[in-house]
């Protein structure tokens, strides 16, 4: 038989986490502080930040070693395997390769265990005893109520309330690891209050839970904020994907001509491709490529500038490709893909020319998972579907290029909790959202007088 599992060892766990900003052609624009508009230091972080994860922010070392208490708690997933989608090969017809990473595998069914074990140590390790976040489909809320369990910490959960109400089941997972939480916007924050007062029937969305979450970490002394995605020290934890990937894809023996991720704040395509890119930067011809919602497409439709990470205007101003901090992304159920703007680790990399981008409509991003399912067993997870599409359009290009494509995709993490989404899609009641251009120029319009990223 040909083999579809590619496996590491325990001890093949990686020991350091990739620092890309090591590599970077061109150094990220500094972060500025909303009121002086001068760069922040890290004593402007520290009330919502431990140090350790403000000096990782700014680290350039290119490896960043992992504490051995990290690296035993990934033992419980840690690797993931590295399947060959053979049937799916032959279910498209193609010629092209196609591996995936599948991330399901971790307890929480997604990547984001990787930074939320990460995240929760550090703060726990500093004496913080309680975490305030965001979530919008729910992974990430269910990754940090673990890892909170284990750190011994509470967890406070925003959930955006779209989501909260598609994807009850989320609530309860949190909820079974002791976590507190809320659809956001909520009663429990002058940012949720405000909100419902000026839309009182408002879905909600990551900018506004970002808001709740900074304000009841800056207003209780015990607590700590803790992002999912966007922040460099996250994308710096999600690179044991990466690392570990390459090692499988030399037991396969042979190396991708492709890396594809879904894209939102972008976690899990940067912990996938950084690694690579890593290579790219260094003369190699792979193509990373990320993938978004049409309906929220920050690298393909909106504008690189300084912006606010969050609604309500409490986060420093970010160097970052946005829609506008004030975008209220359609309802669609890929919720972890809902943010208006994108890391400026990934938002740098793209205007240097190393990350495509792509963007997909709800449906036909569906029927793609409707086809991997029915040829490899697993329900993606909406967000890891929109990869999926890419993946599909890339092996049609290599049946007509005459030449095999070795493609390589991250399944960042299981659809076990959308069934509603799947039974929406096949019973012909999901519908594609395009996203108006006038709503993206007006919220962008609301910063036009914000600094100019390099002025």
Same mark, same amino acid.
Not at 128 to 137: F, H, P, S, Y
Not at 153 to 170: A, D, E, G, I, T
């Given at each position: 038989?040909?083999?579809?599992?590619?496996?590491?060892?325990?001890?093949? !766990?990686?020991?350091?986490?990739?620092?890309?900003?090591?590599?970077?052609?061109?150094?990220?624009?500094?972060?500025? *502080?909303?009121?002086?508009?001068?760069?922040?230091?890290?004593?402007?972080?520290? $009330?919502?930040? $431990?140090?350790?994860?403000?000096?990782?922010? /700014?680290?350039?070392?290119?490896?960043?070693? !992992?504490?051995?208490?990290?690296?035993?708690?990934?033992?419980?997933?840690?690797?993931?395997?590295?399947?060959?989608?053979?049937?799916?090969?032959?279910?498209?017809?193609?010629?092209?390769?196609?591996?995936?990473?599948?991330?399901?595998?971790?307890?929480?069914?997604? *990547?984001?265990?990787?930074?939320?074990?990460?995240?929760?140590?550090?703060?726990?390790?500093?004496?913080?005893?309680?975490?305030?976040?965001?979530?919008?489909?729910?992974?990430?809320?269910?990754?940090?109520?673990?890892?909170?369990?284990?750190?011994?910490?509470?967890?406070? /959960?925003?959930?955006?309330?779209?989501?909260?109400?598609?994807?009850?089941?989320?609530?309860?997972?949190?909820?079974?690891?002791?976590?507190?939480?809320?659809?956001?916007?909520?009663?429990?924050?002058?940012?949720?209050?405000?909100?419902?007062?000026?839309?009182?029937?408002?879905?909600?969305?990551?900018?506004?839970?970002?808001?709740?979450?900074?304000?009841?970490?800056?207003?209780?002394?015990?607590?700590?904020?803790?992002? +999912?995605?966007?922040?460099?020290?996250?994308?710096?934890?999600?690179? /044991?994907? +990466?690392?570990?990937?390459?090692?499988?894809?030399?037991?396969?023996?042979?190396?991708?001509?492709?890396?594809?991720?879904?894209?939102?704040?972008?976690?899990?395509?940067?912990?996938?491709?950084? $690694?690579? !890119? =890593?290579?790219?930067?260094?003369?190699?011809?792979?193509?990373?490529?990320?993938?978004?919602?049409?309906?929220?497409?920050?690298?393909?439709?909106?504008?690189?500038?300084?912006?606010?990470?969050?609604?309500?205007?409490?986060?420093?101003?970010? $160097?970052?490709?946005? #829609?506008?901090?004030?975008? /209220?992304?359609?309802?669609?159920?890929?919720? +972890?893909?809902?943010? *208006?703007?994108?890391?400026?680790?990934?938002?740098?990399?793209?205007?240097?020319?190393?990350?495509?981008?792509?963007?997909? =409509?709800?449906?036909?991003?569906?029927?793609?998972?409707?086809?991997?399912?029915?040829?490899?067993?697993?329900?993606?997870?909406?967000?890891?579907?929109?990869?999926?599409?890419?993946?599909?359009?890339?092996?049609?290009?290599?049946?007509?290029?005459?030449?095999?494509?070795?493609?390589?995709?991250?399944?960042?993490?299981?659809?076990?909790?959308?069934?509603?989404?799947?039974?929406?899609? #096949?019973?012909?009641?999901?519908?594609?959202?395009?996203?108006?251009?006038?709503?993206?120029?007006?919220?962008?319009?609301?910063?036009?007088?914000?600094?100019?990223?390099?002025?």
């Amino acid at each position: 038989m040909e083999p579809v599992k590619f496996l590491l060892s325990e001890d093949e !766990i990686p020991t350091s986490y990739y620092n890309i900003q090591a590599d970077m052609p061109t150094p990220l624009a500094p972060v500025l *502080h909303p009121g002086t508009r001068q760069p922040i230091g890290p004593q402007d972080l520290q $009330p919502i930040f $431990p140090m350790e994860l403000i000096l990782q922010e /700014v680290n350039k070392d290119p490896f960043v070693p !992992i504490p051995e208490e990290i690296r035993e708690v990934y033992q419980l997933f840690r690797p993931t395997p590295l399947f060959r989608a053979r049937r799916f090969e032959k279910r498209l017809g193609t010629s092209a390769h196609i591996y995936y990473k599948y991330e399901g595998a971790s307890p929480a069914g997604s *990547h984001k265990l990787n930074t939320a074990l990460a995240q929760a140590y550090f703060n726990a390790k500093e004496g913080v005893k309680r975490l305030a976040t965001e979530t919008g489909a729910g992974q990430w809320g269910s990754a940090l109520s673990m890892a909170c369990s284990f750190f011994g910490l509470q967890c406070k /959960v925003y959930m955006v309330k779209v989501s909260f109400l598609q994807k009850p089941y989320r609530k309860s997972l949190m909820q079974t690891f002791g976590a507190s939480v809320v659809p956001s916007p909520s009663v429990d924050t002058n940012a949720g209050r405000n909100i419902l007062q000026s839309d009182p029937n408002s879905p909600g969305s990551l900018g506004i839970a970002i808001s709740e979450a900074i304000e009841d970490a800056a207003t209780h002394d015990d607590t700590k904020y803790s992002l +999912g995605s966007v922040l460099n020290h996250v994308l710096l934890h999600q690179t /044991v994907i +990466g690392q570990e990937a390459k090692k499988q894809m030399e037991m396969a023996g042979e190396y991708p001509d492709i890396v594809i991720g879904c894209c939102g704040g972008g976690s899990n395509f940067s912990g996938l491709a950084f $690694p690579f !890119i =890593r290579d790219k930067i260094k003369g190699s011809s792979v193509r990373a490529v990320a993938v978004e919602p049409a309906s929220c497409p920050t690298l393909t439709k909106g504008k690189f500038m300084y912006d606010f990470g969050d609604t309500g205007q409490l986060t420093p101003l970010i $160097p970052m490709h946005t #829609l506008g901090h004030s975008f /209220v992304p359609p309802s669609i159920h890929a919720g +972890g893909l809902r943010y *208006h703007g994108m890391a400026p680790l990934v938002s740098r990399l793209y205007l240097d020319g190393l990350v495509e981008a792509k963007a997909y =409509r709800q449906l036909e991003v569906f029927d793609a998972a409707k086809e991997f399912a029915r040829a490899e067993g697993i329900v993606p997870a909406p967000e890891s579907a929109h990869a999926i599409r890419a993946v599909i359009d890339e092996a049609k290009r290599a049946n007509t290029n005459g030449k095999p494509s070795v493609i390589l995709f991250n399944l960042s993490g299981h659809g076990h909790f959308d069934m509603q989404a799947y039974d929406d899609f #096949l019973s012909g009641k999901l519908q594609d959202y395009d996203m108006p251009a006038s709503d993206v120029e007006t919220a962008l319009g609301l910063i036009k007088g914000f600094p100019a990223v390099g002025a």
